[in-house]
């Protein structure tokens, strides 16, 4: 789906985040929602040569598996207007030129609504991407993400800051891959720092 596609006929737009976008969207937008999506678990497949590791060793970002039992919860910014274009723009570059991501139209839930949902835009990263590491234990995936470092910044504050996100604004909600890779990450930092 090309930018263009995206905003033809559309005077505003929701665009879903579950990844560093919730902390970090960078770009302007008018409103943003707490939320969550169905059909999709949020997964530390993707490898990212860019903002969280280089190319001899990748960083690890998250990516959405479809899954018709599982829900993802982040955050989805509404655009309008000249923020529409400009939000598109810079995420092409973000999250498609660098990151390889794909994006598709998914229903939204905010949280705490009456169940109504908003369509919203999603960037996905798909197994055929050449950035795509797939499935590993939270412990090789941990131990991965604590000593990776790219342009953005280390690896490990990516995935602190995704818990951070989920325990104070979704509390309500146990991401069980987010939080032993959490675990298994602090490990081997911990580990790191005694050998010093």
Known sequence: MKPQDIIAGKSSLWIF????L????????KRSEVGYIRGYKRRFWHGDNFHRGNVESPGRVVTLIEDEDATTWGVAFEVSGSQLEDSLKYLTVRETVRGGYITKM??????????????????IATADNPLYLGPATPEEIGAQIAV????????????LRLAEFMRSSCPQV???????????????????????
């Not at 990776?148 to 995935?159: A, D, M, Q, S």
């Not at 991401?175 to 790191?192: G, R």
């Open 17 to 20: 985040g579950y990844g560093s």
């Open 174 to 196: 146990e991401d069980h891959h987010l939080f032993a890779i959490e675990t298994a990450a602090l490990t081997v930092v911990s580990y790191l720092l005694a050998a010093q």
């Open 148 to 159: 990776c470092r790219g342009k953005t910044g280390h690896n490990l504050e990516y995935l």
């Open 22 to 29: 919730v902390w970090k969207p960078d770009f302007k937008y």
């Open 106 to 123: 998914v229903d939204f839930f905010p949280d705490g609504e009456d169940g109504s949902s908003v369509q919203a835009l999603v960037y």
